[in-house]
Nanobody, 123 residues
Framework: QVQLVESGGGLVQAGGYLRLSCAAS????????MGWFRQAPGKEREFVAS????????YYADSVKGRFTISRDNAKKLVYLQMNNLKPEDTAVYYC????????????????WGQGTQVSVSS
């Protein structure tokens, strides 16, 4: 069982930055690939970024490449999403998720979800 709690969301102006954190519980955190997804009002939940448990490979949605960076600290059971150069279209609820799979780019393969944190970017 893994429980996930996100933090770090907020309101920021376009061009600004935020760092989201996801704190995980459970003894096997290092064996889960971790991902960030987001959902804007009226839209489906979409993949943002993930990091593999097996070799640390990172995956990004095209819309955030070069602006967002995902990282993890297995000792502290934390996952981060550094978001730079934020745009109004990044506004959404951001969710942390975990899966036992390796390449994690689909919400359908998530085993666990956090409750989400709101990110709002003003123009």
């Amino acid at each position: 069982q893994v429980q996930l709690v996100e933090s770090g969301g907020g309101l920021v102006q376009a061009g600004g930055y935020l760092r989201l954190s996801c704190a995980a519980s459970g003894r096997t955190f290092s064996m889960y690939s971790m991902g960030w997804f987001r959902q804007a009002p009226g839209k489906e939940r979409e993949f943002v970024a993930s990091i593999s448990w097996s070799d640390g490979s990172r995956y990004y949605a095209d819309s955030v490449k070069g602006r967002f960076t995902i990282s993890r600290d297995n000792a502290k059971k934390l996952v981060y999403l550094q978001m730079n150069n934020l745009k109004p279209e990044d506004t959404a609820v951001y969710y942390c998720a975990a899966t036992r799979g390796s390449e994690f780019t689909s919400a359908n393969t998530a085993d666990y979800w956090g409750q989400g944190t709101q990110v709002s970017v003003s123009s």
